[in-house]
């Protein structure tokens, strides 16, 4: 099993980055999928999940209406689109899947990629 996340970087305050992450040696399409993110010296917290269809997303107050998170079950890959970027934002994502439900919580995702690092900084 693999979860490969991509994307992150360096952005100015205001900016936009999608993150990507490719899933294999699973079956994707029967998992829920979810964002979550490390800032540093805190804990690590939900960003956005969405379900195995993609025709349900849960995002986290902090986000909610500047991130979206979207899949491509042909492609195997989960997206979180992140607009008006702060530095608060500033953190490693990490993408992860789960084999049933849907929800915020870290302890119920089975699977989990090596996070990408975001910056948010002028």
């Known amino acids: 099993v693999q979860l490969q996340a991509s994307g992150g970087g360096l952005v100015q305050p205001g900016g936009s980055l999608r993150l990507s992450c490719a899933a294999s040696?699973?079956?994707?399409?029967?998992?829920?999928m979810g964002w979550f993110r490390q800032a540093p010296g805190k804990e690590r917290e939900f960003v956005a999940a969405?379900?195995?269809?993609?025709?349900?997303?849960d995002y986290a107050d902090s986000v909610e209406g500047r991130f979206t998170i979207s899949r491509d079950n042909v492609k195997n890959t989960v997206y979180l689109q992140m607009n008006s970027l702060q530095p608060d934002d500033t953190a490693v994502y990490y993408c992860?899947?789960?084999?049933?439900?849907?929800?915020?919580?870290?302890?119920?995702?089975?699977?989990w990629g090596q996070g990408t690092l975001v910056t948010v900084s002028s």
């Open positions: 992860a899947a789960r084999p049933y439900g849907f929800g915020s919580a870290i302890y119920e995702y089975e699977y």
């Open positions: 040696g699973f079956t994707f399409s029967n998992y829920a």
């Open positions: 969405i379900n195995w269809r993609g025709g349900r997303a």
